[in-house]
């Protein structure tokens, strides 16, 4: 059993008045998932996130297979 607190960071681009996620993937490896949160609601609910799922997901992001915004 790990004790790992998560470590929240959000991207640098997240200078968008507040429409923004947080993720916790130091707990990736040690716990098989990625908590996410909302960043204007830090005490609020998280989602846990499968880590290959996330990882996908951002892969997916960065060939951008989900287009820009």
Same mark, same amino acid.
């Given at each position: 059993?790990?004790? !790992?607190?998560?470590?929240?960071?959000?991207?640098?681009?997240? !200078?968008? =008045? =507040?429409?923004?996620? !947080? /993720?916790?993937? @130091?707990?990736?490896? +040690?716990? =098989? *998932? *990625? +908590?996410?949160?909302?960043?204007? @609601?830090?005490? =609020?609910? /998280?989602?846990?996130?499968?880590?290959?799922? %996330?990882?996908? %997901? *951002?892969?997916?992001?960065?060939?951008? !297979? %989900?287009?820009?915004?």
């Amino acid at each position: 059993m790990t004790t !790992e607190t998560p470590r929240w960071i959000k991207s640098s681009y997240s !200078e968008n =008045g =507040g429409q923004c996620i !947080e /993720v916790a993937a @130091n707990l990736a490896a +040690p716990r =098989g *998932v *990625v +908590p996410v949160r909302d960043s204007k @609601n830090p005490s =609020g609910p /998280v989602l846990g996130i499968p880590a290959t799922a %996330f990882a996908c %997901f *951002v892969a997916s992001v960065r060939t951008g !297979e %989900f287009g820009t915004v």
